[in-house]
């Protein structure tokens, strides 16, 4: 079938908001279920400004694409691991579950209405971005009694300005983005908004990125923020375990697996110490809106440690092709991870 395409300079994509047609919006009352939604024009939302999402943060979002694949599909991938985290992430900001089966369909309601906003095939992806919040005013701190859940969609490109490059990342001493029982592995709103600020000094200084320490032990590595890191060092690829303030990612565990299913490494969930990090062969981060981008070189304090002489690392560029490989449909691959919504 031929897919017909929006008229937009697919090769200028970067990772920026494009409207499109429509999103997805449905509403609940606590202790009711997830039911009805529907289609509406994109736009923008009414809210009291004592919705409990602007005082209290009550809002949890999830980060999927959908891919033109090489067989002119458009497949959604591994969407059930974000359904999955969109369930646990509801339940711990006390926001009524969002079940699987609601999650998928009205992901796939509004990948389909906005179609032709998917990039050709090998030019980007379709950024999906489930959100849902607290409406109902409250001045006490309280959960909200009503709550709205809207997919919005995006064309996009690559994350870091100017496509994949290698990063420049500040280890920051000065702050923490999340405490082990805290919410830093649900896709909790306020997350992001505590990485902003130590984002905007590093950024002041050059950098592209901040890598976050765990909040108990100071020399251990936690995420970064918008990703989750890996070291290769000596044949064995290693990531952060999770450890209850480290963000689940869907990108991190389709690398674990790549690396041991399809490059036969040995993967290691597990403690990250800096030095670990200082002595390795590789660096590089995962994410969905990141998807595999190369560390060249990281700064702790006043001293500053290069990956592979600065240069992208051989096991970094064979998980990036592999992962794109496997999102586009090129090669045959172990994993049953493509959702075809359009044949
Ligand atoms: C993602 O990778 O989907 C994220 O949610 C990270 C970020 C853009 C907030």
Known sequence: MKLKKAKIDWDSLGFELVKTRSMYMATCRNGEEWAHGSLVPFGNIELSPAAVVLNYGQGVFEGT????????????????RNAR???????????????????????ISTVKDNLDFVPPYGKGSMYIRPIVWGTSPALGVRAASDYTFVIYVSPVGPYFKGGVKLL????????HRAAPKGIGNAKAIGNYS??????????????????YLDSVAEDRIEEIGSANLFIYNKGILKTPKLNGAILDGVTRDSVCKIGSDI??????????FLKDLFEA??????????????IGKVSYKD?????????????????????????????????????????
């Open 168 to 175: 420049n990342l500040k280890i920051e001493t000065n702050y």
């Open 194 to 211: 505590a990485s902003l600020y130590p984002l905007l000094k590093a950024k002041q200084k050059g950098f592209d990125e901040v890598i």
């Open 65 to 80: 694409k959908a891919f033109h694949t090489y067989n002119d599909q458009i497949s959604l991938f591994r969407i059930n």
């Open 281 to 294: 062969e590789e660096a590089f981060c995962t994410g969905t809106a990141v998807e595999v981008t190369p």
């Open 85 to 107: 985290r969109m369930h646990f992430s509801t339940k711990r900001l006390c926001i009524p579950q969002i079940n699987s089966d609601f999650f998928v369909n009205s992901v």
């Open 303 to 343: 001293k500053c440690y290069k990956f592979n002489k600065g240069q992208i690392g051989p096991i970094a560029k064979k998980l990036q092709k592999t992962l794109i490989n496997i999102q586009r449909n090129e090669i045959d691959n172990p994993f049953d991870w493509l959702l075809p919504i359009i044949i």
């Open 263 to 272: 490059l036969g490494l040995k993967v290691e969930e597990t403690d990250i």
